[in-house]
């Protein structure tokens, strides 16, 4: 039990489904994160709410869209996404200046 | 920009002894963090050990331990009587100071694969 939890933990889709990934912590952690891993890559940070700001990477393209509707849930929004978007797509949360703690990961396959 | 670099993809070592990661680092920043975590064949990131950049005493968490060398920008893991579970997947992480209080960006190196050898 990490304290961040991940569903689904896999998930196949097609290039035309809209699905969403979530992400629960029960930290009391004020920051949440959404990384993407890739083989071969190192870990990309795609967003980041903290203190009811967002932050993102701006090279995360726009068929991925975040929301936090609280600082204890986080989601992650797919749509019309292709098969280089298959990857394993991790969720974190942290206190401020604090290391993260991170989920088990929702491994997504893209047909 | 800050920068992350693990020399080495793969590494192996027998059981009981002791093996060391390297990771160096690019920053311009003064204040940061310095972070080791972990990765089994299960998917989940753990933290294996954290390194403040003020602090001059490298830290130790049981048999894991750092090499921190601020001004060669090197943060190497050593793990001592290494066990079948610390086969892995090693990163290095840095994350920069945020002195307005939000939260920054934690940058990882590629990583390194460890295997234990019975």
């Known amino acids: 039990e990490t304290g961040v939890t991940q569903t689904p933990r896999h998930l196949v889709m097609g290039m035309t489904n809209k699905k969403s990934l979530k992400c629960e912590q029960h930290?009391?952690?004020?920051?949440m994160y959404w990384y993407k891993q890739s083989a071969k890559k190192p870990l990309e940070l795609m967003f980041v709410y903290s203190l009811e700001e967002r932050v993102e990477n701006n090279s995360v393209p726009s068929r991925f869209s975040p929301e936090c509707p609280n600082s204890s849930h986080l989601f992650l929004h797919l749509h019309t996404l292709q098969p280089e978007d298959s990857a394993l797509y991790l969720c974190?949360?942290?206190?401020?200046?604090?290391?993260?703690?991170f989920g088990e990961g929702s491994r997504l396959t893209v047909l | 920009a800050q920068t992350v670099t693990q020399s080495q993809p793969e590494m192996s070592v027998q059981e009981a002894e002791t093996v060391t990661l390297s990771c160096t680092y690019d920053?311009?920043?003064?204040?940061?963090?310095l972070f080791w975590y972990k990765q089994p064949p299960s998917r989940q990131m753990i933290l294996v050990i954290r390194q403040e950049a003020y602090k001059q005493q490298n830290a130790t968490e049981n048999r894991f331990s750092v090499n921190f060398q601020k001004a060669a920008k090197s943060f190497s893991l050593k793990i001592s009587d290494s066990q079948l579970g610390d086969t892995a997947m090693y990163f290095c992480?840095?994350?920069?100071?945020?002195?307005?209080?939000?939260?920054?960006?934690?940058?990882f190196g590629k990583g390194t694969k460890l295997s234990v050898k019975p």
């Open positions: 974190a949360s942290s206190l401020t200046g604090r290391e993260l703690f």
């Open positions: 920053t311009s920043e003064s204040n940061y963090y």
């Open positions: 930290l009391g952690h004020n920051a």
């Open positions: 992480a840095f994350m920069k100071y945020n002195y307005g209080g939000s939260q920054g960006n934690l940058i």
